[in-house]
């Protein structure tokens, strides 16, 4: 029996628990490695990644590492819901055959989930599972209206488990909650009962600060930013004025969000938004371990110009491995970081307040 006060440091199949907080109790194993902790032991930090490896029994599991997901649906999706996916690019070709989109084909059958990103029906939805989507990164949950009955699919926030029940406001706020305030709208009573993980809400429901995902841009449109798993915006302002009685009010038509590339964007107040984390967020870390994954996944090989001839790409050929004194172009010519600059200076994006920050490398 190894000491309580000793970390494991294992690669065999399993967790990777080096560094954890939670570590108590270990049994000695012969796959095991123990190590003595230092003699100030490190606080415990919630900034590392808890990823799934494995013994490498063969070399296509050695490198591989996968997020813990157990709590996901193992069955198959609901039909219903799904639609096959034949004619939709897989292969990177157009209508005439024509490759338009390099490095796809292949990959395992799959069919697309139709999911809701704008959740205009209101109510109670209680939460069935959480299924992968082959689709996204993000996870996705199958809800059920409590009214209606009807099921749908939606983006799952991070921490949303079966059983769960998440409301949608989109419509405007319920009467039996309206009634439940005394017949006036408190921000601060509306917003304790609202804003909820996984709630859907209009933008100007939503307090200054809180974190979300699946934001939309339009009054009538659905979610367009912070879908890929890990991703979020945080509100950063609203045009409002307070009157008499206290009460804030907006009175602008758009709303600033903040996303995570530094830019400060204008979206429509009517515009819609889940309270959040988009699920999913170690996705970043995984690693595939072999090229047969990437396969899978309907992508195919990527061969540098500069291993190619001179008659295939302009950076092949000569002597060595140097695409010589050009800079990087395409197989056809065009400049690669971004081709030709074809857009004016005065042409500014209206709904972008401040641009992110660009050219950092």
Same mark, same amino acid.
């Given at each position: ?66 997020? &813990? ?10 039909? !219903? ?91 405007? &706020?319920? !009467?039996?909650? %309206? ?10 009573? %509306? ?67 903040? %996303?995570?590339?530094?830019? &400060? ?9 889940? &309270? ?60 690669? !970081? ?24």
């Amino acid at each position: 029996m190894l000491s309580p006060q000793m970390l494991l440091s294992s690669k065999r199949g399993g967790v990777a628990l080096v560094g954890s907080p939670f570590l108590r109790t270990l049994f000695a194993r012969q796959y095991a490695t123990a190590k003595k902790s230092a003699d100030k032991p490190e606080k415990p930090s919630n900034n590392y990644a808890i990823m799934r490896t494995y013994k490498p029994r063969t070399p296509g599991v050695r490198h591989l590492k996968r997020p &813990i997901n157990d709590h996901l649906w193992k069955g198959r999706p609901y039909l !219903k819901l799904t639609m096959p996916k034949k004619g939709h690019g897989k292969g990177g070709r157009n209508s005439t055959g024509k490759v338009t989109v390099r490095h796809r084909g292949g990959g395992a059958k799959r069919r697309i989930r139709v999911v809701d990103f704008e959740r205009w029906q209101g109510g109670a939805h209680l939460v069935d599972r959480i299924e992968y989507d082959p689709g996204r990164s993000a996870h996705i949950a199958l809800v059920t209206s409590q009214r209606t009955g009807n099921k749908s699919y939606i983006v799952a926030a991070e921490g949303m488990r079966a059983g769960d029940v998440v409301h949608s406001y989109r419509n405007g &706020i319920p !009467k039996d909650l %309206l009634d439940s305030m005394g017949g006036v709208i408190d921000p601060g009573i %509306l917003a304790s009962k609202t804003a909820w993980r996984g709630n859907c809400l209009p933008m100007h429901m939503i307090p200054i600060g809180t974190v979300v995902f699946n934001i939309g841009s339009r009054a009538k449109g659905g979610a367009v930013f912070c879908r890929s798993a890990g991703t979020y915006g945080i509100v950063v302002s609203k045009e409002e004025e307070t009157r008499d009685d206290g009460t804030k009010v907006v009175t602008g038509k758009y709303i600033n969000v903040r %996303l995570q590339s530094g830019e &400060i964007r204008r979206v429509s107040k009517d515009a819609c938004a889940t &309270i959040g984390v988009a699920s999913n967020p170690h996705h970043q870390y995984r690693q595939l371990g072999k090229a047969g994954r990437s396969r899978w996944l309907n992508i195919r090989p990527t061969v540098r110009g500069v291993a190619m001839n001179s008659v295939d790409h302009p950076h092949g050929g000569g002597r060595g491995k140097s695409k010589g004194n050009r800079h990087p172009t395409s197989p056809w010519g065009t400049p690669a !970081k971004g081709g030709y600059k074809t857009r004016r200076k005065s042409n500014h994006n209206k709904w972008v307040v401040v641009p992110r920050v660009r050219n950092m490398a």
